[in-house]
């Protein structure tokens, strides 16, 4: 029973699968055939301290000579470098943790091998060229480069405008196309990337003229990775994340042309494709561990219900239709993917892990943004969700709600049958 279910709070997931089980008396099996996924910040740490809960829940599980009985992963909507974090986890923990087990918000773009060659241009921040090559995107370029080829256009930089005024300079002709658009997270200057990427999406990658008819233009493939809203950082109220900068872009694209700005791929929790992703990579870490037997279910740890909770839970439903489909071929049933909007479909990769997961259960912690001491406000029901990702309250309830990680992975544990013998 959690803390907050002790002194009769009602934290709004105590519902009859939130009852604390019984431990179980049977001997552990030699083997899993669960994996567990971790959201890091908010979970396993915050900021970069890690939680003491989170040291306890490593303990768990992993033996005496420190190496893991369960295959484990991270999932999270940051957009490092994934060797810093790996690094960084394996250094809280004591564990090894390789960058291959660390999924972040752009990671399942490697997925997106259409565009590896293309002509794209990468909006980010720190390390945003590392991590595009690292993707696997070959023929990269800058907000800085479209800056440089075209001097013209920021004219939102009143400094630019000074040197444009001095020296007006020539649009650059050969510079190639822009094919497709990668936004990694959101950029340092929101002014100048807007209008530049509004430049670029009315003149279909070449603004060297302005479009005859903006209604009727051909729209460059997007990629966005994590659509976050809000993010929780130190301060006292939640900060801008990509999200904002994506609901900027889409208004000023509807207001230009009266079209909707259309998504080739969003990437990052909640969407199906990162828990795709993180099961083809959770399924590599079995293999890498020894283990043999299939993983046939996966939890997740998450501490946000918008995203984490939301993201598994629409994983979850993903999969038992794909898993009906499977066991029903001869049946008139549509494939699950088809049922997804165009935005969130998962690209038939052979390379992918075959798909053993049967069903996902979401755990939710109350060390980060969800605080179970938090009164119920009417403000709360205003949806922070991406569009193209439908408001559907019942998302956002987990399987299993608890005080902290450690309380997480010992109910797992249990459930499991997988307590140490």
Known sequence: MSKSQKNGHDDGYNTDANEESEPSQNA?????????????????????????????????????????????????????????????????????????MVIHAPTPARLLTKYHDKHVLIIGQEHRIEIAEDLGFSNICTIEDIQRAYPLLDMVDHENRQRVAKDPGQDDHGFPTVEAILMIGEPAQWESCLQLLVDLLLTEGKPTKSPKSRS????????????????????????????????????????????????????????????????????????????????????????????????????????????YHKENANESSLHPMSELPSSRTIPDCSHLSEQNVREVNSVLVGTGVYDPTHKRKSDDDIYHGHRDIANEPDLYKPTKFVDDVYHAIKHILEQEKFLRS
């Not at 420190?66 to 999270?76: D, K, M, Q, S």
């Open 216 to 323: 009727a233009i051909k729209q460059l493939p997007i990629i966005a990775c994590n659509m976050d809203l809000v993010y929780m950082a130190e301060a006292c109220m939640p900060r801008f994340g990509h999200g904002a900068f994506l609901v900027c872009l889409e208004a000023l694209f509807k207001k230009l042309t009266g079209k909707d700005l259309e998504y080739t791929a969003l990437v990052g929790k909640p969407c199906e494709i990162t828990y795709r992703y993180a099961e083809h990579t959770i399924s590599q870490v079995a293999k890498q561990l020894g283990f043999t037997r299939p993983l046939t279910k996966l939890y997740f740890i998450g501490d946000n219900p918008n995203v984490d909770i939301a993201g598994a839970n629409l994983y979850d439903r993903y999969l038992k239709k794909v898993w």
């Open 28 to 100: 552990p099996v030699d083997e899993p055939d669960f994996g567990i996924l971790f959201d890091v910040d908010g979970v396993l740490a915050r900021g970069s301290n890690p939680l003491d809960p989170a040291v306890q829940a490593m303990g768990l599980l992993s033996d005496d000579s420190g190496h893991l009985r369960v295959p484990v992963a991270f999932v999270t909507n940051a957009t490092n470098r994934s060797q810093d974090k790996a690094g960084q986890i394996q250094k809280w923990f004591g564990i090894q943790v390789t960058p291959d």
